[in-house]
């Protein structure tokens, strides 16, 4: 029996990224890759010298061998390359560089965050990519600006920017570091804005691709406001920076995410416009075939090349030129061949959560979208393609989402299907506006306007879905549940492949009577199984507890009460249900939100309609505060009461108290300081000994509470400067000061607070150095535990 020579692409192409991933794990020395290249081509090469005699060898095994030694080579010199960095020579110095932009700025607080390509630091050559931060002056604002100067391109310098080692992973954090350590870089930049100057603007071929950004988007901005432009603007050209946390976690919820990340539909859409021009110009079906190449390069690198577009570019190429060459395009290998460049580029890109998601997402289409649409077949119209297509990709991309995020959603079937028939038309009317608008913008208008009008109906269907209660399953770990779910699908599945080895239907295979008695007991033991091999779950604590919850730069408090309520202050800034989860929360009962700012809400994203919140407590401001006002909306229409405290009040139970006090801004405060003082403060008494939560009111506001002696208390804003004076501090006697912080760019907590705990004797306990810390009362008083989060 004669081999076939040469093997099938996709076997090779698998070898290849095989051997590229493997040089993450494994970095074998070169001499000895190069004895087993060569080995493996010589074997290879007889292998197909014997192959033509007709004689079984082993010559397509070599083959494979020898790509996989070629994938781990070239892996690993890309990863020596990336590894190699002029920059971290000067750690710790302040140089003068020259850099420029390679993505919209990100905006948070006070910093801006730029990614960059340095081309000039401290005087010499450098080509290296890097992230400045970028400070804002007191008063001093910045707005997103997706067509303004500071964008893509845009050639900037710093005469002093400090180069800053990257920073170090923490227990239950998103590690930055190696996020940045993946993408090649070695260090951070600081500088403040008011010292950057934009110089000018690349040229060459980057240069042109950046004019046709600018324009394309200008193009998709006509006669649309946010936030209809600005998803226009994700689903188009994949900038979705400007899209609201809000509206992200709406589209994460429902399921609908997906539609913010540019991908093969995108590709699949411009070639056929374009085509379909051609043909009206009369051009022959191969030559504008040909043509189409250039437009799907040039769409790839207008869209920023993310991996989820580069996989559907290349594979867009790809099937291209099986048109071309009159072959049939083939699935997998537009998979493998997209996969193989991706790596090569960076091999870090397999780490990458959208190269995961898209290659997950087209490996569930190829092999369950045939099955799934046949098993559902009985559905009426286009339905059938529609739920097995969307189930296929929801089913495949499941286990990336819980892995990463720690959720997924479980209505994105329904949400696709009432909503998934107008991503077709948004993005047609999104490109043909992006297309003539450079005939004239007001060609955009009319199309955009209609464009708008089918977002609207798809943030409506997202704000459905994803508000349903059981929307989202969050992973909490192994659980008793989830071990009997997966018990009873294996054995349903067992009991599947006996019946059809049986040749009788499961139902019948069931009913027989001679198996019942059987099934029953294996059912039972399986079940008495699981519940002996599962992990006892979370309890509470045993006697009135308060956590201050480590989630970075910002502030989170749990009250637990046994037998009583369990009250959160604050809720920011990272996600917070999977944290309180962990510490056995299911249901809050008072939620007490000090301020409005980010770094005290933001975390409610998962925990409003992912478990209960009975009623709420929001300050009450003399004017309108618009975060204030939405999270009060999404309480409501989530079923908590919700109400404003403009007026001291308590409750009490046996052995624990929390008491909320209404500040107010003094005369002159404004603009951020002035939310931060118009605020609720909270104190708990546990077990006859008091703590003091005073979100980020400060000084003044808080020595017109009067407040009592207080055995715990937690430093104002973070640490910030002026939060206590030394009389303030004095007066209040505490025993433990607690700094609620994370890493940052303003210097939290300042030198002048903890030299100010240092003068009067009082120990400090920081959630970025020492985790979680929890309080709780017993006979002997305040027992205070503080542990790493996780």
Known sequence: ?????????????????????????????????????????????????????????????????????????????????????????????????????????????????LAVDIVRAAGREVDEPAHLRLRLDSGQTFALDVTGPLVEGA??????????????????????????RRRGERVLLDAALADLRIVGRRGGLQGNVDRLRLASRAHLQTGLRPPLSDVLLGMVLGD?????????????????????????????????????VFALLGIHRLARTALLLPLVATYVLLTGASPS????????????????????????????????????????????????????????????????????????GPLPEQVGVTTAASLATAPVSVLTFGSASLVSVPANVAGGFVLGPIMFLGMLSLLLGFVGTWCSWPLNTVAGLFIGFLLAVARLFGGLPGAVYDWQGVSVRLLLVLGFLSELAALALLASRAGAGLATYVRAPARRVTLIAVTAALAAAIMLAAPAPVRPPAEPTLTFLDVGEGAATLLQVPDGPTVLVDAGPAPLASTLRRHAVRGIDLLILSHGHADHVAGLADVIGGMAVRRALLPQPPQPAEALDRIAAQLTSAGADVRRCAAPLAIAGRGWSVRVLPTSAPPGADGNQGENDCALVVLVKLGGQRVLLPGDAEGPVLAALDLPPCAVVELPHHGSRGGFDAAELGALAPRLAVISVGPNSYGHPTAEMLDLLVNAGVPCARTDQHGEVAVSASARGLTVVAAPAG
């Not at 000067?90 to 905006?107: E, S």
């Not at 900037?156 to 998103?174: H, K, S, T």
């Not at 400007?242 to 070639?271: K, Q, T, W, Y």
């Not at 090569?344 to 045939?370: E, H, K």
């Open 309 to 380: 577009i580069v996989r559907a570019g290349v594979a867009g190429i790809f099937g291209l030129l099986a048109i071309l060459a009159s072959r049939p395009s083939d699935g997998w290998l537009l998979l493998l061949a997209p996969a193989a460049w991706l790596l090569t580029v960076n091999p870090n890109n397999l780490y990458d959560v959208s190269f995961q998601l898209s290659f997950a997402a087209v490996i569930g289409l190829l092999l369950l979208a045939r099955p799934l649409t046949h098993a559902v077949r009985f559905l009426p």
């Open 240 to 276: 979705d920076e400007g899209v609201s946390p809000e509206l992200v976690e709406d589209f994460r919820r429902s399921g609908l995410l997906h539609i913010m990340a540019v991908s093969g539909e995108n590709v699949v859409l411009l070639c056929a416009m374009w085509s379909f």
């Open 1 to 113: 029996m004669s081999v076939r020579w040469p093997a099938p692409p996709h076997l090779v192409l698998t070898a290849y990224c095989v051997g590229v991933c493997t040089a993450l794990a494994w970095r074998p020395g070169l001499p000895l890759l190069l004895l087993v290249f060569a080995l493996a081509a010589a074997a290879a090469a007889g292998g197909a010298f014997t192959a033509r005699r007709g004689l079984r060898a082993g010559g397509p095994l070599a083959l494979l061998v020898l790509f996989a030694a070629v994938g781990a080579m070239l892996g690993g010199a890309r990863l020596d390359s990336l590894a190699r960095s002029a920059l971290s020579a000067f750690q710790g110095d302040r140089i003068p560089l020259r850099a420029v932009v390679t993505d919209l700025p990100a905006i948070k607080d006070d910093q801006i965050t």
């Open 155 to 180: 050639v900037i310098e710093l005469a002093a920017a400090e180069v800053a080692p990257l920073p170090e992973p923490r227990p239950g954090q998103f590690d930055y570091g190696r996020y940045l």
